[in-house]
């Protein structure tokens, strides 16, 4: 019908809308627009300086370009804030370099505080996940999605970027948990975890984690940008235990379950 279609999808594995959808193979010529390089990103902030006729530092553009995360909404969100409180709004008469280097930490702190209630939100709604699991005779339940959480809140930013290996997941995962037999958490268990992640954020519009190449990772570069800058001991102390809610009487599984 000579009707062409332009797909967008938001999968960074490369060959996943073919695997999510084999009916498009050999049909779809696959265009990716990532990686984001430093070299795009100067690009971008050389654009903006022409247009607004401002000219911003080297030291912010490294700090910028740092924390985007290879993701170019959020290095625009910053440059945008950058501005705002350099007072910069429009395009200016005059050509002005920027020098005030306190607006550097501040832009930084101003986005983090922005996500921050969202990054609480999705991990309260990830950790509580595991008030629907049942004890199993005597033994507590693992809530691991509670303990995936707690990963995520004490693990390096680093490996956090990286991805972090099923194997590396179940090592953390035994070291934080409260049981005293670690062996009791299975490898198997962890896989289970990973292929309920799409359960597990049912309650977003997009996605947070995602798992490539057998690494968990963040998907969503500004919720990563909050987990790195927010102070993640207070986060933990906003995450509730879900057993804390456990009662000792004789309903108490009943009770549980239909929470």
């Known amino acids: 019908m000579s009707i062409r279609f332009v797909v967008l999808g938001v999968w960074r594995e490369s060959n996943k809308l073919f695997i999510q959808n084999p009916d498009l193979q050999d049909r779809v010529a696959e265009i990716p627009v990532e990686p984001w390089g430093n070299y795009d990103f100067d690009r971008v902030i050389d654009k903006g300086q022409g247009h607004l006729k401002i000219g911003i530092p080297p030291h912010a553009r490294d700090e910028f370009k740092k924390n985007s995360y290879g993701n170019v909404g959020l290095l625009q969100e910053l440059l945008k804030i950058y501005c705002r409180l350099n007072g910069v709004s429009a395009t200016l008469d005059q050509f002005r370099t920027f020098d005030n280097v306190d607006t550097v930490p501040q832009t930084l702190s101003q986005k983090a505080d922005d996500q921050k209630v969202r990054l609480i939100h999705t991990l309260e709604s990830i950790a509580s996940k595991s008030r ?35 194997q590396h997941l179940l090592e953390q995962i035994r070291l934080l948990h409260r049981r005293d037999d670690k062996t009791s958490i299975r490898a198997s268990d962890v896989v289970h975890l990973i292929k309920r992640l799409p359960a597990l954020q049912s309650d977003h519009p997009s996605p947070f984690l995602y798992e490539s190449n057998n690494r968990l990772k963040i998907v969503d570069a500004g919720l990563l940008f909050a987990l790195a800058k927010c102070n993640r001991q207070e986060l933990r102390d906003e995450i509730v235990d879900p057993l804390e809610t456990y009662d000792d009487g004789p309903d108490a599984d009943e009770t549980e379950a239909s929470t």
Do not use: F, K, N, Q
């Open 132 to 166: 629907a699991e049942r004890r199993t005779g005597r033994e507590e339940p693992l809530t691991l999605p509670y303990y995936l959480v707690h990963v995520l809140l004490t693990a390096p930013i680093e490996e956090i970027t990286d991805g972090l290996t099923r």
